[in-house]
């Protein structure tokens, strides 16, 4: 070998090192920022502070809950009946049946006694075509709305123009709110006239026990592959989005539950058919508010939780984090406006830069990485000290941010009340390093070159 090639072997060894040790700083400081954030948080945001709203007197904004539903006859009964105890003054729950092939319709006309109803609808932002609409006999804040299939944006777009009320909660329909959810969630929009969005915390339904649409016993999953779901969600909404809060530049608000003032949504004509709807929204938003110079907030707000059904089999999980990367990939084309743009900010300084650098090319140079070692070996440029030190300090770092989550979890929420359930995870935060994190690495890589494509998929659900 060529002394030429010998520098340049190790020049990829350097600029691998550096460039994990750049993610993993990372990481660690939305750990300390969500620290910092959290306690604030828990002084200026209780239950009981949330509950004065609940007074004949107290000044609320009423609460539009849209719930997409695309084949989901399993769980959407359950999940309508855990809306329908939400604790709040005044709401409606809009479902849209986006032209589901199984029973779902079938089973929210008998569970719930629907009958016809006429409702002129105004179409603010565009969706495919109503065929119904449906009222509950036996609970007049229920709308049903049954669509052509237009996909999960559609949907709510169609929500959005049935809705009555200023904000609107998107909810996906095999996912429950805690009963003062919303309540702990739109607030804010009461106390500060800036504030646009707001996003819950989403936690993982499975190994939970569920009665009358609500979780009554929380407790991990008994695979391994559910668990280490539980730690991954725990990690991204803890560690990541409040340290994202502290910096101003939160991107996403989980589809799976938001709370969005419906005039800045409509502003920007509602969702973009994409299947990464909740990221393009809010990064929409965004660049919507510093375009027009209108002074905004958007928030994650970790107390108020949503529970959800999480991929169970290795199939689902790989369709799913194929899904998840695609439409990173396709948010950020969309809005390549915003890349290193000074115009907007901090939030394409810090919130743009990590999910391109970090999110959306991480995959492909962690892959190169792994590529390299064997290259190496076999043409003798391998140095064994630098893997080695590699390796450990990725492992040992990667398992103390896992441990520094569990501990931000559990000494502020305590969610999992037996001890053996925390040291689980913190079990379950060493295994994920050997083969899932590899196998979600290929999915995401393999997703890199087919983001063009905009199947969703479907995927199988457990009843409630």
Known sequence: MTPALITAAYYLQGVILLYFLAINSTYTLL?????????????????????????ADAYYKPVSVIVPAYNEEAVISS?????????????????????????????LKEDFKLGAYTKPVRLQV????????????????????????????????????????????????????????????????????????????VRVMNGCRVKDGAVIDIELPKSALETIQVLEYTRAFLSGRTGWNFLKSLLIISGAFGVFRKDMVLAIKGYRKTVGEDMDLVMRLHMHCLDHRIPYKIFFV?????????????????RQRNRWHRGLIDCL??????????????????????????????????LLGYLSIPILYLAGLLNIRF????????????ISINIATIFLDTYNFRRYKKNRDILRLCFISVVEFLGYRQITLLERVRASFSFRETGWGTQKRQSH
Request: charged share 20%; hydrophobic share 45%; aromatic share 8%.
């Open 302 to 318: 970790p107390d108020p939780v949503c529970w959800t059904q999480v991929p169970f089999t290795l199939k689902m999980l790989r």
């Open 333 to 366: 084309i969309n809005n390549r406006a915003m890349i290193l743009n000074p115009k907007y900010g901090a939030v394409s300084l810090f919130g743009i830069s990590y999910f391109l650098l970090v999110e959306a090319l991480g995959p492909v140079i962690e």
């Open 79 to 107: 999940s309508v009946r855990s809306l329908l105890n939400l604790h709040y003054p005044e709401f409606e729950i809009v479902v849209i049946n986006d032209g589901s092939g199984d029973g779902t319709m079938a089973r």
């Open 387 to 398: 893997v080695l030190l590699f390796v450990t300090v990725a492992v040992l770092w990667g």
């Open 31 to 55: 750990i300390l920022f969500a620290l910092k954030d959290i306690i604030r948080h828990s002084y200026l945001s209780t239950s009981s502070g949330a509950r004065r709203l609940l007074t």
């Open 126 to 201: 565009p969706h495919a075509a109503i065929k119904d609409i449906y009222v509950s006999a036996d609970y007049p804040n229920l709308l049903v709305v049954d669509k052509e299939n237009g996909g999960k944006a559609d949907a709510i777009n169609a929500g959005i123009n049935i809705s009555s009320y200023p904000l609107f909660c998107s909810i996906d329909a095999d996912s429950m709110l805690e009963p003062d959810a919303v309540l702990k969630a739109s607030k804010l929009f009461i106390e500060d006239d800036e504030l646009i969005a707001t996003g819950g915390i």
